[in-house]
């Protein structure tokens, strides 16, 4: 089912906007607001079609191209919105490929979304995001954390996972190593699993306080 590009109708309920919503900590996202009772409905902005048992009765598909988001200026008319984009540097191929995926396309909708009157931003990013970061994959975390800051949500959101924990739709050998030994890292480095990551969003949403809050694992841990 395709959008109707039709704004927020209901005064209590709230319509979100998820990027991302086929990934591993999109799934979960997706999953918990397609049963959350304040949500009138979920706008899942992705590539390919949503797996049919992720669907509810609240998710409408928004199956776009990515290089042609501005053709659909409806899709962004959301309360809140949710990005959950990411690829890694392997499977984008080159680092300009990365940066698309992971600060580029992440930053359009947070823009369209804004300008279409969005008051809150939710954004998975990754621990030790820093754009003065040595790393290039911090790097890029980190720039998009300032350009999304920049855009003057009232609420920003941004949750900075360490290794991310889950079953993921593809194999990937390093993180599964990464797992096996997560439990020998400091507190601050050992993996979460996504769906912490999603509920710790999605109650933050729910909170909805003004101005920027970052969420660690502890915090994402907690569920909040």
């Known amino acids: 089912m395709q959008s109707s590009e039709q704004g927020n109708t209901s005064s209590t309920k709230k319509i979100a906007l998820l990027a ?58 959301a309360d809140l919105v949710f990005c959950a984009l990411g690829t890694t540097i392997g499977k984008a191929g080159t680092q300009a490929a990365f940066r698309k995926v992971d600060l580029e396309y992440p930053l359009l909708i947070a823009k369209l979304a804004r300008t279409q009157g969005a008051k809150h931003f939710l954004l998975v990013s990754a621990l030790g995001a820093d754009p003065r970061s040595p790393f290039f994959y911090n790097r890029v ?37 990464a797992k096996r030994i997560s439990w020998m ?24 306080k003004p101005g920027l809050e970052f969420l660690d694992n502890k915090k994402m841990r907690m569920g909040k």
């Open 185 to 208: 890292f400091p507190s601050p480095w050992r993996g979460v699993q996504a769906s912490q990551v999603a509920s710790a969003l999605v109650h933050a949403a729910h909170e909805d």
């Open 141 to 177: 975390k980190g720039e998009l954390e300032a350009a999304v800051l920049a855009l003057g949500y009232p609420s920003l959101t941004i949750a900075r996972p360490s290794l991310l924990l889950g079953d993921r739709q593809e194999h990937r050998l390093g993180e599964e190593i």
């Open 20 to 77: 991302g919503a086929t990934g591993l900590v999109g799934r979960e996202i997706l999953r918990l607001l397609s049963q959350d009772p304040l949500i009138a409905e979920v706008r899942a902005l992705v590539r390919r079609p949503v797996p049919e048992q992720d669907k509810g009765p609240r998710v409408v598909e928004c199956i776009a191209d990515f290089e042609q988001l501005q053709e659909h200026p409806g899709w962004f008319k």
